[in-house]
């Protein structure tokens, strides 16, 4: 069965950097895209940034050029970068897999991984 599970998430002071590794099985990665989505208390969940199979790159306008995200292929690993971080960035951050295309609406979800900026 698909599993995405994520790590490094924690807690940081503003300013800060911290690296969201995802690791995926169970289906084939290649030809697909990959996302990471954040939700926080009492906000509804939305995308952060997305890449292809083609390696383009796509971000929410409050992230950009303070998160870069990066793929693997041969390890089937996905990551998320996050410099200066700010109080706001605090959330559950999830990885995310759509089959094909990235049209923000994922067939797969990991399980989350809590960023606390304070």
């Known amino acids: 069965h698909v599993q995405l599970v994520e790590s490094g998430g924690g807690s940081v002071q503003p300013g800060g950097s911290l690296r969201l590794s995802c690791g995926a099985s169970?289906?084939?990665?290649?030809?697909?895209?990959m996302g990471w989505f954040r939700q926080a208390p009492g906000k509804e969940r939305e995308g952060v940034a997305t890449?292809?199979?083609?390696?383009?790159?796509r971000y929410v306008g409050s992230v950009k050029g303070r998160f870069t995200i990066s793929q693997d292929s041969a390890k089937k690993t996905l990551y998320l970068q996050m410099n200066s971080l700010k109080p706001e960035d605090t959330a559950m951050y999830y990885c995310?897999?759509?089959?094909?295309?990235?049209?923000?609406?994922?067939?797969?979800w990991g399980q989350g991984t809590q960023v606390t900026v304070s």
């Open positions: 169970g289906y084939t990665y290649s030809g697909n895209c």
């Open positions: 890449i292809d199979s083609d390696d383009n790159r």
């Open positions: 995310a897999a759509e089959l094909r295309y990235c049209t923000l609406r994922p067939n797969y």
